[in-house]
């Protein structure tokens, strides 16, 4: 069965640096898009960044500038680069696959990993 396993996060103060990584395993045939959300207390999930297979990404304009996304298609891995944290930055990321094929099902499927805590003390 295809599962996310995240690794990263942490405490930071305001404007240091965190890396996030997130590994996909299974028997995967190909993912569409890979991405991180974030949920902080009393909001709702919302997307920090997310990257195709063909490589294009897509930043919350809150992030843009700070956050750098990239993936490895064949290691099925994508990684969160964020620096100038502020503490608004702070949530529980969770790593996202979306349009997943494996072995397990005949249709594509999305998958979320277990969220790390990223706090940023002011």
């Given at each position: ?7 990263g996060g942490g405490l930071v103060q ?99 990993g277990q969220g790390t805590q990223v706090t940023v003390?002011?």
């Open positions: 069965q295809v599962q996310l396993v995240q690794s305001a404007g240091g640096s965190l890396r996030l990584f997130c590994a996909a395993s299974g028997t995967i045939f190909s993912i569409n898009d890979m991405g991180w959300y974030r949920q902080a207390p009393g909001k709702q999930r919302e997307l920090v960044a997310t990257v195709t297979s063909g490589g294009s990404t897509n930043y919350a304009d809150s992030v843009k500038g700070r956050f750098t996304i990239s993936r490895d298609n064949l290691k099925n891995t994508v990684f969160l680069q964020m620096n100038s944290l502020k503490p608004e930055d702070t949530a529980v990321y969770y790593c996202n696959a979306a349009g997943v094929r494996s072995r397990s099902y005949y249709t594509a499927r999305d998958y979320w003390s002011a």
